[in-house]
Structure formats: structure tokens, C-alpha cells
């Protein structure tokens, strides 16, 4: 059996990853998220993989084998525009202001960097879109919502799973990807694999 790595700083993944009963260490990708794509499933997959290469690396150099690393990222994607963690609140305010009486597309990309003893490392990358229906929000709840620092570390600055399931009509797609991981594809990808 592999060890398993979560590249990810991210409460969600790890709490997602311990729901299915999957034993991982964790050891956060650092590394700037710099995109040289325009389209969010493009995004997500190419930053998922540099968070799961940059791991690999790393134990790679420590002379560490035998391991799976999944990286993952997620932004949401509304019209032509694609959000990430807003900057300020400000930002925060803009976001859910476009969002809000709207759908949009959430993307999580994950990669899974394989790397066993003697033998270059290897990469299997996908992505899951959730679409997401939101009820109208005004100005007043965004302020009061934005206020509660909720946001702030997340994509298109609200959180599913937290204040903001007020204001969620519907979703078309796996919960979990909207959370930030989507641990039943992740789940069946690794089986598949035998690295479970
Ligand atoms: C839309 C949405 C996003 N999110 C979160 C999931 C991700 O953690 C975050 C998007 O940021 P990411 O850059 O994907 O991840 P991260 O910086 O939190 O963690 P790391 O790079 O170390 O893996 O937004 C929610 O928790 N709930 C939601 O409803």
C-alpha cells in the first residue's frame, strides 16, 4: 500500500479525506498559484497538479518513495469571469454581488502524482463542475455575510457548508466538490489505481 499525502492547507479536504476513513499525512504545497490557462476546468487541473508536483519533489529529493500525493484546487466560474479567494472584502462584496439570483460553475481539479522506488513519478489529473443555484441576496446580507470573515479563504468568497447554505437554491453535481474536494471520484480513481 502507498502512503497518501494531502498537499493542502485546506480544513475541508482534510476533514473530506477523514470522513471516508482514508489515512494521509499532510504536508502543504507552498508554491505561488500562477495559471498559465483560461478556462476553468484548465485552471483547476493545472494548479492541482503543481500542488501535488511540488510535494513530490519534495520527498522525492529526501530519498522518499512509495507514496501518493493529491493536490487540489477549486475556483468558481460565473459568465466569463473566474473567482478565486477574493483579495479584500471589498472584493468579497463584488463577488457574492454577481453571484447572488445567479448559477455558476464550481471546478475542483485534483491530481494524483504516483511515485514509486526506481521509477519516474506519475500524474493522473481530472476535474469535477458543479453547477450552483443562488437565491437573490441584498446588499445588506452580503455586507453582514462578508463582515463575518467567512469568505475570505474561499473561492468566489462564500462557503457551502457554512452561513452562505441560506442562501443556496439547488446544486446540479457532487456536494463535496463544491466543499473543495470530490472525495466519491477521488475515492473511485485510487481504487481503480489499487492504491488504496
Ligand atoms: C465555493 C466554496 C469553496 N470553498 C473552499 C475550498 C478551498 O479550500 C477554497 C479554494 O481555495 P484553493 O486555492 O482551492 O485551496 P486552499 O488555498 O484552501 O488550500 P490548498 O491550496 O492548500 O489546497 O475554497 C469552500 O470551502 N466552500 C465553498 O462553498
Do not use: W
Not at 500525493?69 to 478565486?84: C, L, Q, Y
Not at 472584502?89 to 491530481?111: F, K, P, S
Amino acid at each position: 500500500m502507498n502512503k497518501i499525502i494531502l498537499a493542502s492547507a485546506s480544513p475541508r479536504r482534510k476533514e473530506l479525506l477523514k470522513q471516508i476513513g482514508m489515512e494521509y499525512e499532510v504536508i502543504p504545497s507552498e508554491r505561488e498559484e500562477k495559471t498559465t490557462k483560461s478556462l476553468p476546468c484548465e485552471i483547476v487541473q493545472e494548479l492541482s497538479y503543481q500542488k501535488a508536483e511540488e510535494v513530490c519533489s519534495l520527498l522525492t529529493k529526501r530519498g522518499e518513495a512509495g507514496f501518493a500525493v493529491i493536490g487540489a484546487d477549486t475556483v468558481v466560474s460565473f459568465m466569463d469571469t473566474v473567482m478565486g479567494k477574493p483579495k479584500s472584502r471589498e472584493e468579497a462584496c463584488e463577488m457574492l454581488g454577481r453571484l447572488q439570483g445567479n448559477v455558476h460553475q464550481v471546478y475542483t481539479g485534483v491530481t494524483i502524482c504516483v511515485k514509486e522506488k526506481d521509477e519516474p513519478a506519475v500524474f493522473h489529473t481530472f476535474y469535477e463542475k458543479t453547477d450552483v443555484s443562488m437565491y437573490a441576496m441584498n446588499s445588506e446580507e452580503i455586507g453582514s455575510y462578508v463582515e463575518s470573515g467567512e469568505p475570505m479563504d474561499k473561492a468566489g468568497s462564500y462557503a457551502i457548508q457554512g452561513g452562505c447554505a441560506a442562501y443556496i437554491q439547488s446544486i446540479c453535481g457532487d456536494y463535496n466538490n463544491v466543499v473543495g474536494l470530490p472525495i466519491g471520484r477521488l475515492y473511485q480513481e485510487m481504487k481503480t489505481r489499487n492504491l488504496l
